[in-house]
């Protein structure tokens, strides 16, 4: 199960639908070890596309190198769907690499600023998708 704090699930749908119509995508980083998502970090989506995402390997590289010297790991793995159901697709099943992550998928498929969103939340090991409960607190 996911548990997240409401105001980062904000931050998240906002960065998603700022980036609409090309995908959104970020971490959220937490301390070493506890699975508490805490450190919102919006990144570029290099390929700026409305279909797939990339990171920049410059700024994966950069933001690693800051998680290991602040003792954080990526908690939270986002990125949206803009014209699909929030459910990870073949290539993103593909690039997931950090099986103790939680992969968060938002759908701004059938929104505008204000409309619906799907948020979903999903473990993917070794090519296995796996939803998950996703509990929204106030804090922790």
């Known amino acids: 199960m996911l548990t997240i704090t409401q105001a980062l699930v904000d931050q998240i749908v906002a960065h998603?639908?700022?980036?609409?119509p090309d995908e959104a995508c970020g971490v959220v980083?937490?301390?070493a070890g506890t699975d508490r998502p805490?450190?919102?970090?919006?990144m570029l989506n290099?390929?700026?596309?409305?279909?797939f995402y990339e990171f920049d390997s410059g700024d994966l590289l950069k933001l690693y190198r800051?998680?290991?010297?602040?003792d954080?790991?990526?908690?939270?793995?986002?990125h949206s769907h803009t014209?699909?159901?929030?459910?990870?697709?073949?290539?993103?099943?593909?690039y997931a690499n950090e099986p103790g992550a939680h992969y968060v998928l938002v759908s701004t498929a059938d929104t505008d600023d204000a409309g619906p969103f799907q948020f979903r939340s999903f473990r993917i090991v070794e090519g296995e998708v796996t939803e998950e409960q996703v509990e929204i607190v106030e804090a922790y």
Do not use: L, N, Q
């Open 16 to 20: 998603a639908r700022k980036d609409h």
């Open 29 to 31: 980083a937490g301390p």
């Open 38 to 42: 805490e450190r919102f970090i919006p």
């Open 46 to 51: 290099a390929a700026m596309s409305p279909t």
């Open 66 to 70: 800051e998680m290991d010297d602040r």
């Open 72 to 78: 954080e790991e990526p908690v939270v793995i986002y």
């Open 83 to 94: 014209a699909t159901e929030a459910y990870p697709s073949r290539t993103d099943i593909s």
